[in-house]
């Protein structure tokens, strides 16, 4: 048997951390059993689907490093979908009901206010070819109802275990729309079956879903796939993550200059009993990777772990490895020089570009003791200057002002870059250079 899972996002929004980690243990989980991945939209939603998001979550999986080996548009499919309900009508599986929204939310609350569960009474299951002419006459058109057997769904779960569901505790679902467009269910245990996927792996608010499912799936002619939920993941205060409010999401991770590897390396970890730390590769996720590792607790996306991550991958870089990174951000002509010099404080790899200015453009220096800075002006050492110059300089500061620690350093970094903190100024001073030295002393901006 060969593995294959499936990705299947609706288009209707960003993808945020919670759907990247779905989509990046699918992958995980494929690649490390030689199987395939699936990139499946569930795009059926008309109204709410949109094109510039399906390219958006492309741009995102393909920057997370999770590439697909197939992909699929649910709404190209629809034919499929029609003849799999005549196969569901002619079973008498699938059955016309003619309730409007406003009479079925009647219905449930009625039902809640007597204490009962809201479940749909299958009013018209049983309707007679007299009674479904009626309602056509009123201009009602049907939505269609699943009917279920009541019995317990019961799987293996690979995550939670032995899992049951009773169906006689569910409603029938709806497949088809009054409108007849097709609701997720339907859709989605069609592609599963047609396109061999064999481990469906999900959140566990699916959980419930699964149990009608695998009566579609039997109903349809086939064998249910292996079922696996994971817990949802949340923000720090426990919140759920949503991909309408843009929180959280791939596009804003990349632009505030985070490493698509550091946010594999946490969601990958995020809910297992593995330590979370930085790996070098996604090969080494994949290596590492096993279902057996997670567990029922809730996940929290922490963002000052994700920095940490970065940072830690960052300071190990190597120019060769960074240099296209550096290109795609505008640095096309920093070197390793300037590489080596940086790293080792960077956060994001965004901020390399403000260090690109300091050294090669111009910025706006804050003066704190002006006096202090034009005596300091006047002791600058003649050119050319390497990594020694700043200790010299700094030396022959302190003998003419008495000054030390802090009361030196740090008037001379904010000057010079704008910022009191960032790389070794031994190592800054060379590629700044004595004119923009002397003139940001000076307050000008250089």
Known sequence: MTVTVRFAPSPTGLLHVGNARIALINWLFAKAHGGYFLLRYDDTDAERSRPEYADAIVEDLRWLGTLWDKKAFQSRRLDHYRAAAETLKAA????????????????????????????YDRAHLHLAPGERRAFEAEGRVPHWRFRL???????????????QVDCASL?????????????????SVVDDLEMG??????????????APQMQLFRALGGEP??????????DLAGAGLSKRTGGLSLREL????????????????LGTSDAIEARTSMDALVDEFDMARFGRATPKFDPAELAHLNARLLHAMGF?????????????????????MVRPNLATLTEAGYWWRVVNATIEPVLEDADFLAAAAALLPPEPWDAATWGAWTAAIKAATG??????????????????????????????????????LGGETV
């Open 254 to 269: 990349r632009a505030d200059g985070y490493e698509a590897l550091a946010l594999a390396c946490l969601l990958a970890k």
């Open 197 to 210: 996927v064999t481990h469906v792996i999900r959140g566990e608010d699916h959980v419930t879903n699964t």
């Open 149 to 163: 057997d009541h019995k317990p769904a019961k799987w293996d779960d690979v995550v939670r275990g032995e899992s």
């Open 171 to 187: 409603s029938d679902p709806v497949l088809i729309r009054a409108d007849g467009s097709f609701l997720y269910t339907l859709p």
């Open 403 to 440: 000054r030390k620690g802090r009361d030196l350093f740090h008037p001379l970094r904010l000057a010079l870059t704008g910022r009191g903190n960032g790389p070794e100024l031994k190592n800054l001073l060379p590629l700044i250079g004595m004119k923009k030295t002397v003139g940001r």
């Open 225 to 234: 796939p292996s079922f696996a939920h994971v817990p949802l993941m949340t």
């Open 92 to 119: 008498g599986r699938l059955y016309a009901c003619y309730e409007t929204p406003e009479e079925l939310e009647i219905k449930r609350r009625r039902q809640l206010a007597t204490g009962r569960s809201p479940v």
């Open 320 to 340: 060769d490895e960074i240099k296209p990174r550096l290109e795609s951000i505008g640095l096309r002509e920093a070197g390793p020089e300037f590489w080596e």
